[in-house]
């Protein structure tokens, strides 16, 4: 079993950066790929980002594409989303995920956070 505890959330203005962790306990995150979600109310859970196991690579849903960046620190047991240049569309519940096959849909994760508010005001 992998326990998630996202945490970095938090009311921000557009414009400005947010830095979100995600800390693993039970087991090491290095043999999990690991990916961040979002869900606005009254929306599905949608992909934002995903990075291998290892950290070779790296994926982004578009709206986010030069804005965000995942990374992970495998020593730490801790996956990052660094979110620069927020706007009010960004604002959510962000969600990190981890499995074995991982990537683009839910689907693909064993295990998820409680997740983590942010909200972006204009």
């Known amino acids: 079993q992998v326990q998630l505890v996202e945490s970095g959330g938090g009311l921000v203005q557009a414009g400005e950066s947010l830095r979100l962790s995600c800390a693993a306990s039970?087991?090491?995150?290095?043999?999990?790929?690991t990916g961040w979600f979002r869900q606005a109310p009254g929306k599905e859970r949608d992909f934002v980002a995903g990075?291998?196991?290892?950290?070779?690579?790296?994926d982004y849903t578009d709206s986010v594409k030069g804005r965000f960046t995942i990374s992970r620190d495998n020593a730490k047991n801790t996956v990052y989303l660094q979110m620069n240049s927020l706007k009010p569309e960004d604002t959510a519940v962000y969600y990190c995920?981890?499995?074995?096959?991982?990537?683009?849909?839910?689907?693909?994760?064993?295990?998820w956070g409680q997740g983590t508010q942010v909200t972006v005001s204009s």
């Open positions: 995920a981890a499995g074995l096959t991982g990537w683009g849909t839910p689907h693909g994760y064993n295990y």
């Open positions: 039970g087991r090491s995150l290095n043999r999990y790929h």
């Open positions: 990075i291998t196991w290892g950290g070779g690579n790296t």
